[in-house]
């Protein structure tokens, strides 16, 4: 919300979403709460008035759970979002019923599947799965897999293998009693296709936190979670109110019960908006991308700084031919991967990653002595977070962005590796990658707009960071050329 502008009714915007706080006064219909009460829950999200981070807000009293037992503000800040998500995905899109306060269902022979088991909305996916009976196994990286086996999963899934890969040790943990896959994640359909596609158990659901829709194998029925639609009054909105309100009581008296535990929260000391803005920053930085970038510039830094003080380092031109020609071949497969089917999930997972590769590009250029010109140094310090909205987090159109720019390497990396007969090619091919980008990007947002499609941030947000690399490629063509118009003068005198 803060970054991209995403789900935003009223401006001027108060963002959050997750909230616990004291109810300090009740309108003339409020029947179940009452001042001093402490509630939690998820807000009109995007909706200035009722968006919790301000110091007096509105919450709707059949949407909010209150504080009971020994649960804490700070516990019950974390659950709302989480528990009500997970809920939706099990309880109303899988059809699977919310046993009693106070009971759980009995063991199945049964498994349900959780992709991203180790994050908020997963903890308690695996929880509610447990509690309806269910066997749980869950994906997630080697590094978070005692994560998800402490939130209560009985097998975990390496999310970075291929989706045929996690399908055939989703078969091989469960023996294929499974029927619903739950994508807790927003990223995982092409694991979840294979995933249904490879059991016989009927029938199958497909439930996942992502709104773009995906085709699923035949028979498979599928649920689009839209919690951000909760306090809205079109039919969409009224559908999760009242799905909501239903299972509010149930899941609260869950909590209390402790068949449902809070995430323990990280609390920050003081008080205000400023110790807000604290926590807000260093989760920020604790993504994985920030750090990578930040590592960048650290290197960088300690290169420009040598070369500033001792020169060219003597094997770091050499080192950028090997490089180019190596990143050129690469280029090359990938460009081939892209149009296999069966490897696409694969491509736009190195696609992304080779982003980060190109980071070494700069550092070896610099090692050498060369200048870093603003558009190369803005494109790849950039294009890690593009390639993550654009292929992996929203991957619909992915190709048109990907493509023309795995063909532009090919040929520039060859340039750059020894090939000057394609020094002509060059701003053609580059043109025409950032034309297509940001002409397709443009299109998609305009489309989308028209059918009222959702959505509209991740196009939006690639327009604006190709807008930018195609005004610093024409500001880099105009001074070659210049550069060059005065080589040819000189020449002539």
């Known amino acids: 919300m803060q970054k991209y502008g995403i789900l935003i009714h009223d401006w001027p915007a108060v963002i959050g979403s997750d909230f616990c706080a004291q109810v300090i006064e009740t309108g003339p219909e409020c029947t179940k709460l009452k001042k001093g009460d402490y509630v939690y829950g998820v807000c009109r999200i995007g909706q200035r008035a009722y968006s919790p981070f301000q110091e007096t807000f509105l919450v709707d009293e059949d949407l909010v759970f209150k504080v009971e037992g020994a649960l804490t503000p700070a516990q019950a800040s974390t659950i709302a979002v989480g528990a009500i998500t997970s809920a939706f995905g099990i309880i109303v899109g899988a059809k699977v019923p919310l046993p009693a306060p106070g009971a759980k269902a009995p063991e199945r022979d049964e498994w349900l599947i959780v992709l991203g088991g180790s994050g908020t909305v997963g903890h308690y996916a695996i929880q509610i799965g447990r509690l309806c009976g269910y066997k749980v196994a869950a994906s ?79 028979g498979v029925t599928s649920y689009y979670v839209l919690i951000a639609k909760l306090g809205q009054d079109d039919e969409l909105g009224k559908q999760v109110n009242e799905g909501t309100k239903k299972m509010i009581p149930s899941l609260q008296a869950h909590v209390v019960s402790g068949a449902l535990t809070p995430l323990e929260p990280e609390v920050y000391s003081g008080t205000g908006f400023e110790s807000l803005v604290k926590a807000l920053g260093d989760f920020g930085e604790g993504k994985t991308k920030g750090k990578v970038t930040a590592a960048f510039v650290s290197a960088w830094t300690l290169v420009h700084r040598h070369v500033a003080s001792h020169g060219p380092v003597a094997v ?59 558009h190369f140094a803005v494109h790849h310090l950039t294009t890690p977070y593009l390639t993550y909205v654009r292929v992996l987090y929203y991957s619909e159109g992915w190709k048109a962005v990907a493509a023309p720019n795995a063909l532009h390497h090919v040929l520039m990396y060859a340039y750059f590796g020894g090939v000057g007969a394609l020094r002509s090619v060059l701003p053609v091919t580059g043109t025409i990658q950032l034309l297509l980008g940001l002409g397709g990007e443009a299109w998609l947002l305009w489309k989308k707009r028209v059918d009222g499609e959702q959505p509209l941030w991740p196009h939006g947000f690639a327009v604006s960071l190709f807008g930018i690399y195609f005004v610093l490629w024409l500001r880099e063509l105009r001074q070659k050329a210049s550069i060059k118009g005065k080589v040819a003068k000189f020449k002539s005198a």
């Open 140 to 218: 997630c990286s080697a590094s978070n897999k005692s994560v998800a086996m402490g939130f209560g999963a009985q097998a975990t899934i390496n999310n970075r293998a291929t989706p045929e890969e996690q399908a055939a040790e989703v078969k091989s943990i469960t023996g294929g009693k499974y029927s619903i896959v739950f994508d807790a994640s927003g990223l995982s359909h092409e694991a979840a296709a294979k995933m249904l596609e490879a059991t016989t158990a009927s029938p199958k659901y497909y439930t996942t936190v992502e709104s773009n829709q995906h085709d699923m194998p035949a």
């Open 316 to 374: 770091a031109r050499k080192a950028v031919m090997l490089n180019s020609w190596f990143y050129s071949l690469a280029s090359a497969v990938l460009l081939g991967l892209m149009f296999m089917p069966q490897y696409e999930h694969a491509a736009r997972r190195i696609y992304h990653l080779s982003k980060f590769y190109e980071y070494v590009d700069v550092l070896g250029v610099r090692a050498g002595g060369g200048e870093i010109e603003l």
